[in-house]
Nanobody, 120 residues
Framework: QVQLVESGGGLVQPGGSLRLSCAASGTIYKINEMGWYRQFPGLEREEVASIRSDDSIYYEESVKGRFTISRDNAKNTVYLQMNGVVPFDTAVYYC??????????????WGKGTLVTVSS
């Protein structure tokens, strides 16, 4: 089992910055990918950014140039630096990790979510 603990959400003014953190703990054999999704009210979760074990990175189009994802392998922690936020970024942000575990299959784990509110 893998547990994810998110932190860093809250209220931020338009144009401001926020950094989300997500630490994975438990029995971790190998991490394939870590990243962030967000969910707007009444809609399904959408992928915001992800970073794979080969260091390849994905960004959703609307956050390119504003958000930066990074990872600390020693701490099994992924970060999302959010700069130049806009009201549209208001959502619940969920951390996820895809691991490989016995019998050597990929499995996804999710955090509980952290609310980011962009408002003046």
């Amino acid at each position: 089992q893998v547990q994810l603990v998110e932190s860093g959400g809250g209220l931020v003014q338009p144009g401001g910055s926020l950094r989300l953190s997500c630490a994975a703990s438990g029995t971790i054999y190998k991490i394939n990918e870590m990243g962030w999704y967000r969910q707007f009210p009444g809609l399904e979760r959408e992928e915001v950014a992800s970073i794979r074990s080969d260091d390849s990175i994905y960004y959703e189009e609307s956050v390119k140039g504003r958000f930066t994802i990074s990872r600390d392998n020693a701490k099994n922690t992924v970060y999302l630096q959010m700069n130049g936020v806009v009201p549209f970024d208001t959502a619940v942000y969920y951390c996820y990790v895809q691991v490989v575990e016995p019998p050597w299959v990929a499995k996804d784990y999710w955090g509980k979510g952290t609310l980011v509110t962009v408002s003046s």
